[in-house]
Each structure stands twice: as structure tokens, then as C-alpha cells.
């Protein structure tokens, strides 16, 4: 049974600093792309990161591009989303997935990831 736990959510101040973490299990966690993605209510699930399986090929969506670092450990079947000078707008769920069938360059669109996380709430104050 696949597995993707998130954790590191929470509520910080604009400009400051989160690092959410996805624990994965019941896959062979290098062979995935994985991603994260976010969600505010009454909208689709936005792009916001995704690594390669090796962790030498990252993309980001423009919004968060210079703001927030993507990495994983093969070791602990762990990806890592760091997010540094946080704005009110990055509030929202975070969800980690996790994408066996990409071609070399991590992707976007949601449909694509084969697994998905629980999320975690991300809540950045004014």
C-alpha cells in the first residue's frame, strides 16, 4: 500500500520560513518524480515544484521560482519543500505526489502523479 505522509505545515508570518517534509512508503521511492502541489477552496490543485528521481532536475511554477526549494533523500524515501519569504497568497494546502511514467522533466499537471499525500495547511498571516 502506497503511502505519502506530509508534515511541516503550520502558521507563520509573511517573510518567514517553512519546511514541509513527504515521507513515502510502499513504492520504490527512485524510481518517482515528486511533486507538490497546493490548494485554496473553490480552486484547482496549482503546480508549485517537482524533483526528479535522481534530484538533479527541479521545475518550479513562476509564483514561487526564487522563493522555494524543492530536494528529496533517496535514503529516507523523503521529499522536501522548502518555502522562504512566505506571502499571504502562499496559503493553502500543500499536497505531495508522486509521478512513475515521466520522461526526464519533472510535470505539472496533476492527472499525471500517480500518488497523492493527505496535504498539510499552510498559513501565512499578514
Known amino acids: 500500500q502506497v503511502q505519502l505522509v506530509e508534515s511541516g505545515g503550520g502558521l507563520v508570518q509573511a517573510g518567514g520560513s517553512l519546511r514541509l517534509s513527504c515521507a513515502a512508503s510502499g513504492l520504490t521511492f527512485s524510481n518517482y518524480a515528486m511533486g507538490w502541489f497546493r490548494q485554496t477552496p473553490g480552486k484547482e490543485r496549482e503546480f508549485v515544484a517537482a524533483?526528479?528521481?535522481?534530484?538533479?532536475?527541479?521545475l518550479y511554477s513562476d509564483s514561487v521560482k526564487g522563493r522555494f526549494t524543492i530536494s528529496r533523500d533517496n535514503a529516507k524515501n523523503t521529499v522536501y519543500l522548502q518555502l522562504d519569504s512566505l506571502k499571504p497568497e502562499d496559503t493553502a494546502v500543500y499536497y505531495c505526489a508522486a509521478d512513475l511514467r515521466y520522461n526526464v522533466y519533472p510535470r505539472r499537471i496533476p492527472n499525471e502523479y500517480d500518488y497523492w499525500g493527505q496535504g498539510t495547511q499552510v498559513t501565512v498571516s499578514s
Open positions: 524533483v526528479g528521481k535522481s534530484g538533479g532536475i527541479t
